[in-house]
């Protein structure tokens, strides 16, 4: 099993910058056998939905339209760590983000593939 914890999230003003972190622990083989990661966020009273994926390399990524030129996805294999940089916030990025990891190497928008799932931690963008 592969465990993901989030974190650095928090309250900031429309327009401010926030990052958020997912560090993923457990077995050694089973985290280097993680491929694609991803960050995927549920609005109070809306479904979770798609925000980002990256590559084992780090060199593919997919964005939702929502957040493209806003959010950047990257990852420290080194550290396990999954990232997201979120910048120009929006009271419609409010939500609980959560990361999420799969083994396969297709970079999906879908919830299903995805093996392993964070508890999530709070954005909140005050209108």
């Known amino acids: 099993q592969v465990a993901l914890a989030e974190s650095g999230g928090g309250l900031v003003q429309a327009g401010g910058s926030l990052r958020l972190s997912c560090r993923a622990s457990g077995r050694t083989e089973q985290i280097e056998e993680v491929e694609v990661m991803g960050w995927f966020r549920q609005a109070p009273g809306l479904e979770r939905e798609f925000v980002a994926c990256?590559?084992?390399?780090?060199?593919?990524?997919k964005y939702a339209d929502s957040v493209k030129e806003r959010f950047t996805i990257s990852r420290d294999n080194a550290e396990n760590t999954l990232y997201l940089q979120m910048t120009s916030l929006k009271p419609e990025d409010t939500a609980v983000y959560y990361c999420?990891?799969?083994?396969?190497?297709?970079?999906?928008?879908?919830?299903?593939?995805?093996?392993?799932w964070g508890q999530g931690t709070q954005v909140t963008i005050p209108s």
């Open positions: 999420a990891a799969r083994h396969g190497t297709v970079l999906t928008r879908l919830q299903d593939p995805y093996d392993y």
């Open positions: 990256i590559s084992r390399s780090g060199e593919d990524t």
